[in-house]
Each structure stands twice: as structure tokens, then as C-alpha cells.
């Protein structure tokens, strides 16, 4: 099987839905949607704020596990798209006792290499052929980021007005 060519993305918006989460990918030059659902989604916003939790989450328990075995994610790559159902593989790497190096490649939902991704501060990529594929949600990001700001603002302006009438 021919190696694909994979460009590095970056997670530029986790944005809720009714039904989960919109995760907004890509390059510079172009965003593309995966959904989510919503705990998956609620862990990459702990990861990406590095929030302490209570009870370590599912990823955390994966993340101690790869550590025992003195393993850890080297990255996340968005591999395949079909009728609008994304694939990955996570690519984790591992080193004996003798130093020697493993890398072994698992098969997993984006969901969940993007979380383990986010968490270990691993690289994520796609592959070109999913990015060519994938419909451009980069005008999508950018009115959402706009009505989120339209929002704060007013928000803080009710907030200001409270404070000088109180």
C-alpha cells in the first residue's frame, strides 16, 4: 500500500452542538468539520485547558497505560473519509528495555486519536486526500467566532452597565 502525503493540522474550535460537539480542523488555508460526541468532545476542552480532574477520564486511563509500558502517541492521522464517516490511526511509539524502538499503528475513531493527540501534545495530521475531499467550513468558523464575540461583547457591556447602577 502506498504511503499517503499527510500535512499537520491544528484543533481550531471545539464548538457544542445538540448532539455533541463540532470539531473544527485544518491548515491555514482551509477548516473541516468531524462531530463528536459529547463527552469526547467535553475531554479535548479539559485537555486543551489542561484542567485537573477528580477521577482520571478514559483517555487519562489510556495515557497511564501507554506510560507503563513506557510507550506514548508520536501522532494522530486523519487517514480516510467515507460517506462523511472519518478514520484515523494513532501512531504510538514504545522502547524496551534494550532501547530498541517500536512504533505500532492502532486503528480508532478521529474522536479519540484527536483527544490522546491534544493530551500528549503529539502532533495531528490528515491526509491529503481527506483535505482535498472535505468540504471548506473555514467561513462557518469564522461567523461562529464572530457571533461568539458579538456575545461576549454584550455580555460584558450588560455586566458593566449592572455594576455603574448598582
Known sequence: MP?????????KA?????????????????TFVIYVDATVGHAINMFLA??????PLTHDLMAHILAAFGAKVERAIINDVKNSTFYARLIVTAENELHQRKII???ARPSDC??????????????RAVLEEVE???DALKQLEETRAKSEEAEEAEEGGEETSA
Request: hydrophobic share 45%.
Open 105 to 107: 499503528e492502532l486503528d
Open 136 to 138: 471548506d467550513a473555514s
Open 3 to 11: 504511503q499517503q502525503q499527510v500535512i499537520p493540522v491544528q484543533l
Open 50 to 55: 489542561e484542567t485537573q480532574k477528580e477521577r
Open 114 to 127: 484527536i483527544a490522546m493527540a491534544i493530551q500528549q501534545h503529539a502532533p495531528i495530521f490528515v491526509s
Open 14 to 30: 471545539v464548538v457544542p452542538t445538540a448532539n455533541g460537539a463540532a470539531l473544527f480542523l485544518g491548515p491555514h488555508e482551509k
